[in-house]
């Protein structure tokens, strides 16, 4: 028996339809006290997942909405117990009235991801799926939501699985040969598993190399916009969002620390960084804000360097340059074309070098395909792609003790000793699936969702 926990699933902000949910071995019970079907009858007696049309009551016994309701009885539900929803009006005062009413009745506020955890505890969702359901519903762009909606049905699970019934079949033979030797069990000789090993690592391997591209699908590509002060960052920042999202002026250093935005840029998520001018500087607010952005190269996964392009370029461009152009993913824009150019490409030692004007709009075109070039991967987004961190850390400590076992067996290592390593990547993947999953893993994953969810 588990407790019956109630919260609103679609947040608190006016809409349409909004949400009630609640879940536990009372839900129909609770849910009768407080919503009066129109056909007079009992809602624990309605069909299974069929909306029924009622009156939803406040504490006081008020009729507050005229919704629908709908029971799932379990374990053929989201959480795997017997669930109610209340399909109401979307304002937030009905919402927290219905809610309010059912505490009344004997329900318990569901906490942080509560719903979710409960699918997982109950075998509905394996652990991959279950923190792919919070990927997806932050998912913000089409291919993150495929992807997302892909380990939800299961995907990364599949690609596991097969890794880790192998390995354990190779453990539990070597176990039977040692605890029954008495028995007829074929002979364990683990020369004849190296090639199994070896496939299982390559497995691994493939799946962490997905991960760069699943963090830049999931979060962006940071994108440092540098240059020294009043070449155009701030502008080229704004021309990309479509808004004037950061102030520009002709005075140098208008831009004191770095400002962050999330746009799309030949189908790719930049999170661009506009950055304080690179420059010596004696203002002590402007100093700091110069340090921040020389932290912000070196952190980017992009770095696109900004000169005048009327203008030749200074040694502060060149100081500057130094410190980009080594750069993994380094492009530089000449921008200021529509008042003459004077700087040439050929003078730049960049790879990518793209002439623009964020005033006029040319060459935007060809930054977008510059960007598309570096970053727009070719990879399926069918939920193979790994974009968790948690789980790519576990993924790769599987791998490294794959490696490790492997090395043992090729150096002569007793089979014990090798199996040692080979429990330790199966322990590691378990930390994916939830095979071996720790309770205090299991809480702090689920903190990451919102109460309804």
Known sequence: MSHTIAAVSTGNTVSAIGIIRLTGDDS???????????????????????LVLGQLQDKNGRTIDHCCAIFSRGPHSYTGEDTVEFHCHGS???????????????????????????????????????????????????????????????????????????LTNLCSHFHAVLDYPDEDIEDFGLERYESSLKANQKALQNILSTYEHGRILKSGVAAAIVGKANVGKSSLLNALAGYDRVIVTDIPGTTRDTVEEVVKVGGVKLRLIDTAGIRDTEDVVEAIGVERSRKAVENADMVVFVCDGSQPLSEEDEAIIDLCCD?????????KTDLGQVVDPSDLPFMYVVEISTKSGSGMDQFADVVETLFDHDLP?????????????????????????????????????????????????????????????????????????
Not at 127 to 153: C, P
């Open 28 to 50: 129909a019970a609770i849910a009768e006290k407080v919503f009066m079907p129109n056909n007079g009858t009992p809602l624990s007696q309605a069909p299974n997942r069929k």
């Open 327 to 335: 750069r993994e993913n380094a492009v530089a824009l000449i921008n």
């Open 381 to 453: 987004c069918d939920g193979s792609i790994l974009t968790n961190t948690r789980q790519y850390d576990a993924i790769r400590r599987a791998n490294d003790a794959m490696e490790r076992s492997l090395k043992g067996l090729r150096r002569g290592l007793t089979p014990d000793m090798v199996l040692i390593d080979v429990e330790q990547a199966m322990e590691a993947m378990g930390e994916v699936t939830g095979a071996t999953v720790r309770e205090d893993i299991t809480a702090r994953i689920f903190e990451r969702f919102c109460v309804g969810k």
């Open 92 to 166: 937030p005062a009905v919402l927290s009235a219905g809610l309010e009413a059912l505490y009344m009745a004997g329900a318990m506020p569901a906490q942080r991801g509560e719903f979710t955890k409960r699918a997982f505890l109950n075998g509905k969702l394996d652990l991959t799926e279950a923190e792919a359901v919070i990927d997806l519903i932050e998912a913000d762009s089409a291919e993150a939501a495929a992807n997302a909606a892909g380990q939800v049905g299961g995907v990364l699970q599949k690609k596991l699985a097969p890794i880790y019934d192998d």
